[in-house]
């Protein structure tokens, strides 16, 4: 360090240390307002895409700048260096991903500085977490870990003083209930957004209800969350961005013609007037920032100053506006203090609509590969957790593993990752980090196995090609395999497995070397078809497999004669009959041979008339967005060819639509479930027109135009066609695409007697369009770059052809009245985190079977092990859910001494559902409702319904006892030294 | 102030104060260089166009970055807080302009902490002058007083340290040889440019020759200029633009999938050697940078500072690039220790071409008006500083009247002010500027004429608008007016003056109430059919006037019968010869009187045919930078119209060329020249094409292809039709464009027996394209907007039409052998600064002259004052000038202490061309030239030629004799107290 340096940083260090003042952040260090004026809270802040047009590297270090200028660190440089200047100078930070990217490479003086920023409340956190989620395709559990990832990255780096008190969803489009509830459960005091459909703002605007208290939980009464719209989205005024990006007018107040200074105030005084007409108290939030912006932050605070200075002079002259740099966190003290009442809200914000014609439902199903391999990017971040517990590893490298898994699977829940409206080079960049992330955390699985199963040398090595009926490991010389199954579920859990393999004959057994029936089913035309993929397997074995946390199953080829019978294959058309019934001990299923569709089923004692079709609507301007069809659904006319398999275990209908369509109708024996798994691509543009894919499902129920779809993955949404809760909304141009909503676990209809359910294995846009349908938005595909924002075209490609996705949706029929959606729920969980499948080359030997430590059988079946984690090195994360909502379950208790003592619990907390604030140190502003007078509506949860749990290093087991309410979810530290 | 604030003052103190080293700049703050490498001197500078796209005030604040992102403010803002962030990083200001405006608004902290990086050499002025100027369309006197008022800003604000060691012109279109003389007489060591024509620096990137030694003057033997011509424009090294308004890759060093480091490293190195390759030494300068660069300096220098890093770390494994943050002074520090020879250079680089078909030679005429409303500036700048010292004028207001109109001629000057390459818009704004600072100039002369005369009413008026002949003050009423005439030439003038007036009979008295013979004749057609002209004053009363400093003279209406009778008007036509001869005592002219052109000139005992015509050259391609011919010249075949006026004192020729061209052709009785007055427009565009207006001159005189053109007023420069000094140029396509030169004052021709000139009224494009033929581009007017530049086509208009320029040319033919070119020089000086003319009301009052103290008469005829202006309250700023060259004058001495007595003189010192620096302490680097082998080749040539005077508070006269060496400009400050 030179000379000069030296004297910066003893004087940096002079600045930080010498201050006499106590830290004074969140509320305490708001700015001071007037009782009798218009108090404007202007709100500095950057809104950074943790990837969108650029990548995340890239929008960091500023990369690729031709496509979008982004640079990321030099905002973090300048903003701070920025602040240091002026003590009223404020800033709120919201992506924890950027911010930890950048702090990694600060000096120790650097260091210190921001955190002296932070004590004072002006370097504020916002937000906070990973990535600022998507809340329409994201499942909860990736919302709960990435805030859990930014919020302990800020405790840890600047304890209290680092915790947002407000979210800041300002760009997510649309919003959910159940991310309200999350706030709420993770002690936040309010939240702020700025998308809502337009007629939805309008009427709000015109109604003063701009701000509201969110009932965020309709089985947990009293999680509420205070919630505000923005009024001119999240950018600055209009005319007045100061940002290097802009060419707005600065304020130039010298001796110079341009002097501007009147014209300046008089117009922001006279915006200021406008918004304070639509909100309740005399306070406004004027937030000043974009995308990207303060990458130069010298010009945004210097024109800003200004800006106060001049408008603060009028007061002189009788002006009655008083302007000062704000958070919002601030904002919403003064709206608290202020003691006012605000208008409830019940249901949700979806679907968005930023203007007329343009319902945002595309994205609820773009990009449907990438939705898919999320969810094995989740699947795989809890098995390594669990595995990583149950094995203790703890090692540098096991953790960078697991941490870098956990900070993908952030990034990926950000609102252009896994709503797939990133560009497609963004959206490669995602594949290509959660692809090494998972190998990454694969490698951790692979080492708790060994350890648990005792075999230094088993192989443990995850098959990630699955999704096209492909393992490197089991395609050559597979004949003596080990498969080791993982349960990441609570409890033990029986389900069909299926492995590629050649065709041949194999003998499935289980670790007491008894064998276990199998049988082997050819993989669809259209899989064998794929030209990236080797042909080497082309069957699937099939065998029924039960784990309670880990389980293994030795697979060996055997001479045909040892086998089984082969399954048997049927062609309909050969016989003469109507109709083709396909059945098993639990569901029939009836295809009409002529057209070769589904027909009806029946199941639960329940039969319906259910048709199952395909059809696409053409569309010119649909987007990674927006989904605006041209006209009507286009459905398939053609018959389709078929063929059955049936087997003992499975019996399957391969059905060919087109050239690029096929679906395989499947029933197990023993499930009580129809599995339908379709394959789409390439979707023709022959015609130069868009597609949105769908298949629908029209049944006789008399559904009334009501529906549900879950609320990410766990509450269910009343939907109902062509009604919005709190405004009218204008669907007469798309009547379609206006109905859509986001389904990322279950959708379902029903009438008094018949109950119809689609379930499925990744977010897609669901709508009922008739009574009695269903109707799943499966895969798009556009030529219409909507010019406006990501600007490409959603046309996705592999190896130059259109993109082929493959999924599966699961139909249950059921009984309305006896029916029992528990199953729904156990399914719904049972699908989003099946058994993963680990392969050894077993060598002859059949190996120990691994052993789990802890067993989670003995909680209550309603009781979802959410998380298990290590924390920091001695302390293990556990969160305990009532998965079941208040129509389903009750409330219930556990006592879990045991599994304290089984995981060498020395001391445990309860905390807010991030996992890093005492449960007990969770304070929560009170709204006053307009509808309840002055009783305070938004009880706070946690306290009023439990104490929380702080059994420290006492012996008595009573003090482990968990009480769940329906859909609660409690969140526990247990400390391990 | 904050606590925060205060806090943060006394640590900035703290780092200004405590640090013990003593302040070292210029040289000894260089960086350390490593022998045995290539040394890469990284230079951050930003290039600050003081307006072009934008006013300078726009350019300045950030204000319509729509139109150019550019904001200077942030610029000075962010660099200051970057150099304070690491010891090892530097940046060069140019344009004091800018930096002038930035330090007037600093606090005091800010001043300390820019001070120290001043004294630490790291904010290092560079050229330092009011902005960079031209070199093609300046005088020598408006170039010399922009750097006076550069270099003493950063004296006064920073002493030595402030003080520039290194030209910088790098946007210049072209160079000057009397440019470089007067950076070497104002003490710089070198210069950088880097606009050349291309095949020049083709040449000199083969032969080594990039930098060189120019001999700067013809006259004085020894003044010459280390100049180097920068590699690759004055920008990044191509694909290493980190500024914010790049898009270049940033240096990814993290642990990054697009960590770049390694193919950065190399691409630099690349790029590096191939420059090394084309300079002499083992240093080479690769400036970072480019226009309006640096408004986010952290996120240029956080990537140079790595770019460093990762160079230097390759020496460890070899390299042999040594790279660091240096300046041009110290790169040029360690060329001048490098011991090295260096070709020289003896003739300009007019003119500049970037590409093959681009001259930039449309430059020397673009905006004609505009050319010429900057000389009125500096006329009235001349006056008003000349008459604020004998009037002793130093109130607060009337030193920022001054201070304001030098600012204003400063910027002026600039590359795209005097030029006329800017915007419209922008070229507005310098009207405006100008037309307030000449308002503000005019006030102090007439207060200061106020005082002289003893008239404390007296207006002492300005007619700005006597280039349409028009002035409020006489054209009503105007019956009884005094004229006060100032001639700030050296001697005393005789001049005929021109008013315009009524049609009516006038007496003109002079100060002794003698009657002074007048003539009252018309003003020419085309004059009076301006619409946006009053049309009361018709005529023009002409009368011969002499000013030692003032003169007045009193001009009375009076009955007919009392004047002498009025000028007489001749129709050619009416009679039958073939001529019509229009001459007096010096001058014959003949006119065709079919054609109604110009046919011969007798003069000075010479008699030749010179024909006159006017021209276009077509063009859909020039632009305000080039001229680029469709092709050949289209001459006006048609009959002129004309009529001859003749009195006893001026004859004139009022030619109607056609709807919107006319010419007076004008002669004077006892003048020795031709006056030829044009005006032309609004150039017709109904063709959609573009025009070059030209007039020509054809004679016969063998001039064989050689003319010559003034360099920047002074010292003519030979040419030579389709030749180059150093290379071959392309001329194929362009053959007229790429043989036109700048004219600034004069052009001209000769073969052994006749010599004829051309002298102007501004800078225009001139060339002689044929033997014996003069051409002068006059007016311009496109509609091809070349895209890359400015961004305008060049389509001058006013109210709506056209716009209508007007001026003069003035010819001289003598004879070649017996020939007087002094008569030339000394024409130049009365067209340059002619008498400038008051207007009172006399009040039928034969007011008291105004009487000037100081009389310089006595001065030698070849001495000019070029300069006269209080420097501080108590100095005075003078400037000789020998203003004939070495084949034209000799060595003249001349002793000034009765002026030294008459300012009241207490102490004098000679300086530095600027005035800034004693001539006593300038120290200039001497190059070796590859000639002269080791001697060398630039002999300190005021030192080596003459002792500075340094005749401090002295009483021997000797001490304050003067002695002047052809062309040479001494400058002393008299202490006044």
């Keep these: 360090m030179t000379y000069f340096g030296r004297i910066l940083l003893l004087s940096i260090l002079l600045m930080v240390y010498v201050d006499p003042s106590k830290a004074v952040c969140g509320y305490e260090s708001c700015p001071a307002t007037k009782a009798n004026m218009v108090n404007i809270h202007l709100v500095p802040h950057s809104h950074n895409d943790v990837g969108w047009l650029k990548t995340v590297d890239q929008s960091y270090y500023g990369y690729n700048n031709k496509i979008h200028h982004a640079g990321v660190q030099y905002i973090l440089d300048t903003v701070v260096s920025q602040l240091l200047q002026d003590s009223e100078r404020r800033f709120i930070q919201v992506e924890t991903a950027f911010f930890a990217k950048w702090w990694d490479v600060q000096s120790e003086t650097m260091k210190k500085v921001v955190t002296k920023l932070v004590n004072e409340g002006r370097f504020e956190f916002t937000g906070g977490a990973w990535s600022m989620n998507d809340e329409a395709d994201v499942n909860y559990q990736g919302v709960i870990d990435q805030f859990t990832v930014g919020l302990k990255f800020l405790d840890e780096t600047f304890g209290a003083c680092g915790r947002p008190r407000v979210g800041w969803q300002i760009d997510t489009f649309g ?92 117009d922001f005084i006279s915006y200021a007037k406008n918004v304070s007409e639509v909100y309740i108290t005399n306070h406004i939030m004027v937030p000043m920032g974009g995308d990207f912006q303060y990458e130069d932050a010298k010009v945004n605070y210097k024109n800003m100053d200004k800006l106060i200075k001049y408008i603060n002079e009028r007061q002189a002259s009788g002006s009655n506006y008083n302007i ?22 019940t249901q949700d914000f979806f679907p968005y609509a930023h203007e007329k014609n343009s319902f945002w439902t595309g994205f609820f199903t773009s990009r449907p590969t990438q939705k898919r391999f999320e969810r094995d990017g989740n699947h795989m971040l809890q098995v390594a957790k669990q595995l990583s517990v149950l094995a203790n590893l703890t090692t540098e490298q096991h953790n960078e593993n697991l941490d870098y898994l956990r900070q993908v699977m952030g990034v990926m829940q950000h609102h252009d990752a896994i709503t797939g409206t990133e560009k497609q080079a ?81 003998q499935v057994t289980d670790e007491k070397g008894r064998t276990v029936p ?36 030795h697979i060996k080829k055997v001479e045909s004669s040892e086998a089984k019978p082969s399954i048997k294959k049927i062609d309909p058309r050969e016989d003469e009959s109507s109709e083709t019934v396909v059945e098993n001990s639990l569901v029939k299923l009836v295809i009409d041979n002529q057209t070769g569709r589904l027909k009806s089923v029946e199941m639960n004692g329940v039969s319906e008339k259910i048709v199952q079709n395909f059809g696409v609507y053409k569309s010119n301007t649909s987007c990674a967005y927006t989904f605006r069809q041209s006209g009507d659904i286009q459905v398939f006319e053609n018959d389709f060819e078929f063929t059955v398999y049936e087997g003992s275990l499975v019996k399957e209908v391969h059905q060919h639509v087109n050239d690029w369509i096929s679906q395989v109708i499947r029933i197990y024996e023993g499930v009580n479930r129809v599995e339908f798994e379709w394959l789409v691509g390439p979707i023709p543009i022959d015609d130069k027109e868009g597609s949105e894919f769908v298949t629908n499902f029209k049944s006789e129920i008399s559904s009334n135009g009501v529906f549900y779809t879950d609320s990410n993955g766990r509450e269910l949404m009343k939907r109902e066609k062509n009604k919005r809760e709190d405004f009218v909304s204008d669907l007469s141009r798309q009547p379609v695409s206006g109905n859509f909503y986001p389904v990322t676990s279950r959708i379902a209809l029903q009438d008094d007697t018949k109950r119809l359910v689609l379930l499925n294995d990744r977010s897609q846009g669901g709508a009922s369009l008739e009574d009695g349908a269903l109707e799943m938005l499966l895969h798009r595909r556009h030529l219409f770059n909507d010019g406006g924002g990501v600007g490409e075209a959603l046309n996705e490609t592999q190896y130059g052809k259109g993109l082929i996705a493959r999924g599966k949706l699961y139909l249950i029929l059921d009984s309305a009245t006896d029916g029992d959606t528990v199953t729904e729920r156990k399914t719904e969980k049972e699908l989003f985190l099946p058994f993963w499948k680990f392969f050894s ?58 599994i304290f003592d089984s ?64 859909m609660q979810i409690r969140t526990f530290i247990i400390k391990t030294v």
């Design 175 to 266: 919003h959910s209930r159940e991310q309200a509830a999350i706030f709420a459960h993770m002690g936040y005091d309010g939240q702020f957004f700025s998308r809502m459909d337009h007629n939805d703002k309008d009427t709000r605007m015109n109604n003063l209800t701009m701000e509201m208290i969110w009932d965020a939980s309709e089985s947990m009464s009293g999680v509420s969350l205070f919630s505000g719209m923005l009024y001119n989205f999240y950018s600055d005024t209009p005319g007045f961005c100061f940002d290097i990006l802009c060419t707005d007018e600065p304020i130039i107040d010298g001796d110079s013609e341009e002097n501007n200074v009147k014209q300046r105030v008089d």
């Design 324 to 345: 000062f740099y704000s958070t919002p966190s601030c904002y919403l003290n003064s709206l608290h203090q202020s003691l006012e009442s605000w208008p409830n809200k």
């Design 426 to 506: 963004v959206s490669d960049d995602y594949d290509r980090m959660m692809y090494e992330a998972i190998v990454g955390a694969s490698n951790n699985a692979r080492d708790a196995l060994r350890i648990l199963a005792n075999m230094p040398n088993g192989e443990f090595e995850s098959c990630l090609r699955l999704n096209i009926s492909e393992c490197a490991f089991t395609k050559d010389g597979a004949d003596d395999v080990l498969v080791t199954l993982y349960n990441p579920l609570t409890h033990s859990s029986t389900q069909y497995v299926r492995i590629p393999v050649k065709e041949e004959s194999y």
């Design 518 to 553: 199998s049988e082997v089913v050819p993989v669809p035309w259209q899989v064998l078809a794929l030209e990236y993929r080797p042909n080497d397997t082309q069957h699937e074995l099939v065998f029924k497999a039960t784990a309670n946390k880990i389980a293994s199953y």
């Design 841 to 898: 080359q077993a060598g002859g030997v059949q190996a120990a079977p691994a052993k789990s430590p802890l067993d989670f059988n003995d909680l209550p079946q309603s009781v979802h092990l959410l998380t298990l984690e290590f924390f920091t090195e001695n302390e293990i994360l556990i969160r305990f859910e009532h998965f079941l909502d208040k129509y389903e379950g009750r409330v219930t208790s556990f006592n879990i001494r045991d």
């Design 903 to 966: 995981l060498g619990g020395s001391a445990i907390r309860e905390t807010t559902l991030d996992g890093n604030m005492p449960l007990s140190d969770m304070k929560r502003f009170k709204f006053h409702a307009q509808e309840s007078g002055n009783k305070p509506a938004s009880v706070e949860y946690s306290t009023a319904q439990h104490k929380p749990l702080e059994a420290v290093e006492s012996d008595e087991a009573s003090l482990f006892a968990v009480t769940l309410y329906p």
